[in-house]
């Protein structure tokens, strides 16, 4: 009788506990697909910082990793879980995420950008792609054919949102932007800075149109393509970009913006950006791009700068 009863107590506590554990596997499942899946396209500087972050605050964030795909896959080995590797780009549809992040080069812009539209907003990390305007537009009407978002980030830009505001109210007059940085931590096609040399100071590399200046440093001039973004009224060939090699900025990056408006109206912004020598991207732009990302939930088929 009582071998019985611990019996019939055992099935039920073992029934209790398969219940339990099929609950908490539905809720788990139901959580995860209340997430929005990213997929990361490159595994640099940057996008291993987004795909770190993900993994360690994505739940808190409502963000999971959909895949991570690099040219070379053996980079992410150890950082990345085995499944999540994506070895074609063209097979990103088979992942099903929400948003593609592109943090590799303008090429991949180019040669994806419109596909990666037609099944996820995309955030497009080298917008220097986008003053290729026969690209800008390409990729403006695939946004809104598919009612998806192509959202462009600020990065060191400071001040975009109000850029963006003062152009749509038609009063937006002119906008100059100067990058200026350690000779080293430029990237630039041609010989423009192949004779640098220590303690040389101050020399500009170039000045004109975004437009010009974006095939001449497609890696450096980023935050002046989201300014012409931003400034659609002026545009790539309005927007005048300024770079300059200083071997005294060895700690930062500067991002100098001069904006006119109507009436006598201007504004002038100085950025000073942490960066170590040789290195592209500034610290504090990281952390931009991981705002950035947070923003990225849809906003209909538009170009939305975040």
Request: some cysteine; overall charge neutral.
């Given at each position: 009788m009582f071998g019985k009863k611990k019996v019939?107590?055992?099935?039920?506590?073992?029934?209790?506990?398969?219940?339990?554990?099929?609950?908490?596997?539905?809720?788990?499942?139901?959580?995860?697909s209340k997430m929005m899946a990213v997929g990361i396209v490159g595994y640099?500087?940057?996008?291993?910082?987004?795909?770190?972050?993900?993994?360690?605050?994505?739940?808190?964030?409502?963000?999971?990793?959909a895949f991570v795909w690099n040219r070379n896959t053996e980079?992410?080995?150890?950082?990345?879980?085995?499944?999540?590797?994506?070895?074609?780009?063209?097979?990103?549809?088979?992942?099903?995420?929400d948003v593609i992040v592109e943090v590799c080069h303008p090429q991949i812009v180019k040669d994806f950008g419109a596909q990666f539209l037609s099944s996820a907003h995309f955030m497009v990390g080298s917008p220097s792609a986008l003053s290729d305007p026969l690209l800008n537009k390409q990729l403006r009407q695939a946004a809104v054919h598919h009612g998806r978002?192509?959202?462009?980030?600020?990065?060191?830009?400071?001040?975009?949102?109000?850029?963006?505001?003062?152009?749509?109210?038609?009063?937006?007059?002119?906008?100059?932007?100067?990058?200026?940085?350690?000779?080293?931590?430029?990237?630039?096609s041609g010989d423009l800075l192949s004779d640098w040399k220590e303690g040389e100071g101050r020399r500009v590399l170039f000045k004109g149109s975004v437009a010009e200046l974006c095939p001449l440093a497609p890696n450096n001039v980023n935050t002046m393509a989201a300014a012409a973004i931003a400034a659609d009224s002026l545009g790539f060939m309005g927007v005048t970009g300024e770079i300059v090699s200083d071997t005294a900025l060895s700690q930062y990056h500067v991002v100098e913006v001069e904006v006119t408006?109507?009436?006598?109206?201007?504004?002038?912004?100085?950025?000073?950006?942490?960066?170590?020598?040789?290195?592209?991207?500034?610290?504090?732009?990281y952390n931009s791009f991981w705002s950035s990302l947070l923003v990225c939930k849809g906003h209909g088929g538009r170009v939305y700068l975040c």
């Amino acid at each position: 009788m009582f071998g019985k009863k611990k019996v019939g107590g055992g099935c039920c506590s073992a029934v209790a506990e398969v219940k339990r554990i099929l609950t908490e596997e539905f809720i788990v499942m139901a959580d995860t697909s209340k997430m929005m899946a990213v997929g990361i396209v490159g595994y640099g500087h940057l996008g291993q910082y987004l795909v770190e972050r993900i993994q360690r605050e994505g739940e808190a964030a409502g963000l999971r990793l959909a895949f991570v795909w690099n040219r070379n896959t053996e980079r992410l080995k150890g950082s990345v879980p085995e499944e999540l590797f994506l070895g074609q780009l063209s097979q990103f549809t088979e992942r099903g995420a929400d948003v593609i992040v592109e943090v590799c080069h303008p090429q991949i812009v180019k040669d994806f950008g419109a596909q990666f539209l037609s099944s996820a907003h995309f955030m497009v990390g080298s917008p220097s792609a986008l003053s290729d305007p026969l690209l800008n537009k390409q990729l403006r009407q695939a946004a809104v054919h598919h009612g998806r978002t192509l959202y462009v980030p600020s990065g060191a830009l400071w001040g975009g949102q109000d850029i963006q505001r003062l152009n749509d109210s038609g009063t937006l007059k002119a906008l100059s932007i100067r990058m200026s940085k350690h000779p080293s931590c430029f990237r630039l096609s041609g010989d423009l800075l192949s004779d640098w040399k220590e303690g040389e100071g101050r020399r500009v590399l170039f000045k004109g149109s975004v437009a010009e200046l974006c095939p001449l440093a497609p890696n450096n001039v980023n935050t002046m393509a989201a300014a012409a973004i931003a400034a659609d009224s002026l545009g790539f060939m309005g927007v005048t970009g300024e770079i300059v090699s200083d071997t005294a900025l060895s700690q930062y990056h500067v991002v100098e913006v001069e904006v006119t408006g109507a009436n006598g109206f201007s504004v002038t912004t100085v950025r000073r950006n942490p960066a170590q020598l040789g290195a592209v991207t500034g610290t504090a732009t990281y952390n931009s791009f991981w705002s950035s990302l947070l923003v990225c939930k849809g906003h209909g088929g538009r170009v939305y700068l975040c």
